[in-house]
């Protein structure tokens, strides 16, 4: 496992393995396996399906990314929202998280692929458009675009599940959470949001761009979006402003209440602790403070915003 790791750069998704044909979209290294009824992990071939994601350490680029996924995976987990399960483990010197799919189902002893999209596709954008502000020549989905299509095709539970998604990942400091990381499940008979999953905290690491993936009302700064801002994104999403600023306390207070519980369940897995979890769980936390102290702020004129800060994006996960 650890020669595949290390192979992984140059040889990603075992290409040229005799019967691999696999491909995960993303700019981070990751490999396709399935866990075996006794416990062993194989990669799939001959087109069986995996049925979980290997991720390794990024350990020049993203130092920690494997406990700090881990840890924004399990705090939103914590926190009730819908999260793909998540571990860590080792590999001789290399640690990894392994994440549990959601698109798979298991029937008559077979695992079975089900089908998602996400809100690229559903909203007819190419892959380089995921960001709302890039420099594909297409605007990328807008969060009205998307809670529009949540409002047309899912439920009103999933229309909460997005906006609490929306939420958490201003709190967590996560810059990429992208179009491509919100998806839907499709099956038959119903479409329902699916469960979060590349949820990482970009506080931490200077390489890595600190602007939102989408703006809140035009803002694109996490520490720089007030209670107006907000107020503006219900007018635009379809929401009640008193209520969305109670639910982004709601949510905040949550996430500070199960931080520390999450920073210990990370140190437990099989992966072990890293130097920067601390720092991650410390951004965190100076977020949550930040974002419910800047509620206060509802009436101004839009002239009097701060600047916002550089984009496109500088750097992705």
Known sequence: MERIIEELPAKPFLAGEDGVSMSLAGAQE?????LLPDGRMGIPINGAPSTHILKPDVRRRLWGSVQNEALCMTLADRCGLKTAGVTTGRAGERSYLLVTRYDRVRRD??????HQEDFCQ?????????YERNRSGVR????????????????????????????????????????KNYSD????????????????CAAAWENVTKNLSQTIAGKNRGDHVKGRHWRRMADEC??????????????????????????G???????????????????????CRTVVLNLAHVEADIANDEPEGPEPPSYVF
């Open 30 to 34: 990751k490999l396709p396996v399935a």
């Open 122 to 130: 559903t909203l007819g954008k190419p892959p380089a458009a995921k």
């Open 238 to 263: 379809g929401f009640n402003r008193t209520m969305i600023l109670r639910r982004i306390e709601m949510v905040a207070e949550r996430v500070r209440r199960e931080l520390s519980e999450a920073v």
């Open 265 to 287: 369940a990370v140190r437990a897995m099989p992966g072990g602790d890293h130097p920067l979890l601390g720092e991650f769980a410390a951004a965190i936390e100076a977020r």
């Open 185 to 200: 499940l499709l099956t038959g008979r119903s479409a329902s949001l699916a469960p979060l999953y590349d949820l990482m």
């Open 140 to 179: 990328g989905p807008r969060l009205a675009d998307m809670f529009r299509v949540v409002n047309d095709h899912l439920t009103a539970a999933d229309r909460m599940r997005l906006l609490d998604a929306v939420v958490f990942n201003v709190l967590i400091c996560n810059t990429d959470a992208h179009a």
């Open 109 to 114: 002893g077979r695992w079975l692929r089900v």
